[in-house]
């Protein structure tokens, strides 16, 4: 993968100030016309928008926990955001359902199969261009001006569209890491085996290696020094990359054509993930564990590496967290010393379904612009998130130093694969035989030539 795939404009967001319903002036009526004949004109296109913004609407909005939970309540900070709305578009009633990242999006394909989808979610390309392949998505090229064009890297434009239309209006991003319980580092003395004088924290899978051995010495009996999980497919592009990566492979070729996780670097990335279970260094059970379940090990201080983490999910998390102990964020480990983090990204954005009624998409559109572009809220909303914007026109919204390093980290984003044809397909495949290999029915390289035969296959779907 190519460092400059996503250098130069991944890092803010920039205000819209246009409203989808603005329009142009109407005409006046003809000169021989009486003064009654004037006042009966037609509306002007003004008007007809006035009329058509007092009209009752209602929508229904599924969210992953995309904002920061308040008070342990995913969907608090939703209730605000949608008040704060309709202090401006009374008319719009929107009803918030939230969605698990384990259980979320088989939810929504159960309701897609059963015609009873939302209006709109907030998800990301991999999963809302697969929706748009099932022909039940509105495009929403209407929204993106030239200025608004101009201003997203093609590349996550492109991630957002399906024949030449955009179906996802792209908001946030965040290059996924590693997340580190700094405060048990420190307080076991082991502070100075995280490189965080390096600018880009820079440390080798053997680097990586030694230190799990060190957090396993001193770690309590119920600590892991890492998590991992290969119960279901949730956060599965997060073990990807790092059986890919450590040893400087790649998840696929650089025309994203062929899957590359058989290559002899990715086998000896996931023969590393089962040795390190064998060896303690990873969490037994693995197998048994989701992404959530995982996740719930790091910020409950069972773990002390949390193998997925970002800058989003920091923040999402921050209120779950158990006591006060500090996390941060290191870049997966590399090969050698010579070689540059390689990471992959999140991208965060709404998908508006067609559900056969235009004033619902009209509605859904009046929503996301709010939501992504209001003078006060947009801003707001996207750190709520603690994600950087996918806009390159402002950067350095936030002033604390995880943040400013995650947006440091942007330039060694590689390829983004996740709106392939037939991607939701190819993850099915994947953690099946992850846990093959941590259970040891596989060795590492059947297990990796199984999911390549498989996933490849996917990529001629349409």
Known sequence: MRRNQFMASILSVAILSASIFTGCSGSSASPDATATNENQAAPTKEKEAEEKKDEKVEITFWNYPNYQVIDGLPGKYEEGLVAAFNEKYPNIKVNVEMLSFDGGP?????????????????DYPGRIIDYARQGV??????MLQEADIKDIPESILNACKLDGKTYMYPINTAPFMLGVN?????????????????PLRKWTIDEF????RAVK????ADVSPMTWFSKSQGGDQGTRAFVSHIYGGSVVNEDMTQYTMNTPEAIKGLQWVVDGVSEGLIVPGSESYNSNDAMGLFLQEKAVVSALYSAVLKKTNASVKTGEWEDILMPLPVATEKDDPRLEAYIGGIGIFDNGDPAKVEAAKTFVDFLANDAEWGKKNLMATGGLSVRSSITNLYDDEES???????????????AVPGFAEMRTYWFPEVQNATLKAKTPEEALNSFVEKANETLAKK
């Open 217 to 220: 010495k001193v770690a309590p």
């Open 209 to 212: 290696t030694e230190f799990l």
């Open 404 to 418: 400013k390093f995650a947006e440091k980290m942007v330039p060694y984003i590689g390829n983004y694969y996740n």
């Open 106 to 122: 088989e939810k929504l394909s159960a309701a897609i199969a059963s015609n009873s989808q939302p209006d709109l979610v907030y």
């Open 137 to 142: 998505m509105a495009p929403v090229d209407s």
């Open 182 to 198: 700094k405060t048990f580092v420190e307080k076991n003395g082991l502070i100075d085996m995280l490189p965080l004088d390096d």
